[in-house]
């Protein structure tokens, strides 16, 4: 690595109104380097990151690019020095083509002259260095979400960047497409381009980085090493105090009713033949690939899909869900994967957000009881740890694992008897997952709450679920007892 750096952010500052989401920040960026941005929900990443890629301008401070200082106004600005962003929320056109999507902005010609067979043709050379498996001709609407996350990241490649910044691009893909990622990022950083990036997987951070940056409440803690980069050091960083530990007791279900029976399920091109029981009290994980039909599951269960055929049986009574509504009348309540398409009403504030399926307990949308809404919502925020300025603010003005955790919180202010959460803990910060977790573990123990957890780090199942259901292509390919799990018997099972 050469002395001068390819990117320098000085004392750079930035407030919301009285939130200060960053204070007097200092860093670099050489040429074939990774630089990691740590730090809990809420640190600051995302606005240092925006602020780099031209999508917000920092309050104070200055940028350089190869030594000389620049402004950006726009993110198109910011392209023209070289730096793109693959953001951490899906922002892609839906109705139009994945190739489309990749080349706006960065079309070859412009306007009328626009060449789109050699437009195609790019598009579907970057898609395909990041992922081959995506047809470019594709709309964007019929991708998953890890999909859409991989053609934001062709975008931001398209644009012939040599500072790429990815902001959590791992947290919507499981194991296999995470090591494709690291992969590539290995690939082009070799080849001389740089990268920003920002995970709460603390592994790939360390297998990944040349240097770790933290940030804690808007101000730089420090910078370090991959060699230094334990998991501790790293937590300690992050929160100022050393790494809780995961890791919830063993417990033996099996004497419990059943309150959910599932009798051989079947959805056409989803899944196939799905048996299993849930237990009262009990929180079964779901694990498997991309593509292994956990959250068609889910949905169909939730009744937003028909099945095929099969048997649904709560508490002992057959049940065929029409539509969600009728389910959350039965108390099955499903956490969708997608906070801001199906999770979030932007124009509203974070407790309506909150508070909203539970409103007619506060007396309505007209003659609501606010204060009683008010304290629920904030006690269940401390719970959560979730970080906000007022409950009344817009829920787009928190950072992105802090909008989740008022999803969760949503789901916890109304009562239900089984709840499906489709990777809850998506984009949260290491010591939040712990206190999610917590409280769902004590959910099950108060109210006899059932959980289904879907999730894509195992570790979290392993941490947290008493049984662990493995499916693979649609079909489910066994159930296994927290006692005996392990890491590689679980890939292997889905995999098999
Ligand atoms: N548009 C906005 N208006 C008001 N406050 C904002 C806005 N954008 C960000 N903030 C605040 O700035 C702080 C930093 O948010 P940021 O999104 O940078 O966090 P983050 O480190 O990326 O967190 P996460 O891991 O949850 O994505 C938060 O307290 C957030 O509420
Ligand atoms: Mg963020």
């Not at 990117?7 to 200092?26: H, Q």
């Not at 890890?146 to 959590?168: C, H, N, S």
């Not at 390919?477 to 890939?491: C, M, N, P, S």
Request: contains cysteine.
């Amino acid at each position: 690595m050469t002395d001068q750096p390819l990117f320098e952010a000085r004392n750079i500052t930035k407030t919301f109104g009285p939130v200060r989401a960053l204070n007097d920040v200092s860093l670099t960026l050489f040429p074939g380097e990774v630089h990691s941005i740590i730090g809990e929900n809420g640190a600051g990443k995302s606005t240092l990151m925006n602020i780099v890629c031209g999508r917000l301008r920092p309050t104070e401070g200055q940028l350089f690019v190869n030594g000389a200082e620049v402004q950006f106004h726009s993110p198109l600005e910011a392209q023209t020095h070289g730096i793109a962003i693959a953001p951490q929320e899906i922002n892609l056109v839906p109705h139009l083509s994945v190739a489309e999507n990749i080349l706006l902005g960065a079309q070859r010609g412009r306007a009328a002259a626009i060449d789109w067979k050699a437009t195609v043709r790019d598009a579907t050379h970057y898609l395909h260095e990041v992922d081959n498996s995506i047809d470019p001709r594709a709309r964007v609407t019929s991708l998953s979400k890890a999909q859409q996350q991989l053609v934001q990241i062709a975008r931001a490649a398209a644009t012939q960047a040599r500072i790429i910044i990815f902001d959590e691009p791992t947290a919507m893909l499981t194991y296999r497409e995470t090591e494709m990622l690291m992969d590539y990022i290995r690939r082009i950083t070799a080849e001389g381009r740089s990268a920003f990036y920002i995970s709460h997987r603390l592994d790939e951070v360390r297998d990944l980085s040349h240097r770790i940056t933290a940030l804690r409440d808007g101000v730089h803690v420090g910078c370090i090493g991959p060699e230094e980069a334990t998991r501790e050091k790293m937590v300690t960083m992050m929160a100022g105090r050393p790494a809780k530990v995961g890791g919830h007791s063993l417990r033996d279900m099996s004497d419990r009713p059943t309150v959910l029976e599932v009798r051989n399920l079947s959805r056409d091109h989803e899944f196939e033949d799905v048996s299993f029981d849930l237990r009262e009290g009990e929180i079964l994980g779901v694990s498997g690939l991309i593509g292994s039909g956990r959250t068609e599951l889910a949905k169909c269960l939730f009744g937003a899909t028909r099945a095929r055929s099969g048997a649904v049986r709560l508490d002992g009574k057959d049940v065929a869900f029409h539509a969600p509504i009728d389910a959350i009348q039965a108390g099955l309540i499903y956490l969708p994967e997608e906070r801001k398409q199906e999770g979030i009403f932007p124009l509203l504030s974070i407790a309506e957000n909150t508070a909203l399926p539970t409103i007619d307990r506060f007396g309505g949308l007209l003659t609501i009881r606010n204060r009683e809404m008010m304290e629920e919502v904030g006690k269940l925020a401390a719970q959560l740890k979730a970080k906000f300025n007022s409950l009344r603010d817009p829920i787009t003005s928190l950072s992105g694992g802090n909008q989740q955790k008022f999803i969760i919180a949503r789901w916890l202010m109304r009562d239900a008897r089984v709840l499906i959460m489709d990777e809850p803990t998506r984009g949260i910060d290491v010591n939040a997952k712990l206190e999610i977790q917590t409280v769902l573990r004590r959910l099950t123990e108060e109210r006899g709450l059932s959980i289904i957890l879907i999730s894509s780090e195992m570790e979290e199942l392993l941490d947290v679920a008493d049984r662990i259901l493995v499916m693979h292509e649609g079909e489910l390919k066994g159930i296994v007892d927290r006692r005996d799990a392990t890491q590689e018997g679980l890939l292997e099972l889905a995999m098999s």
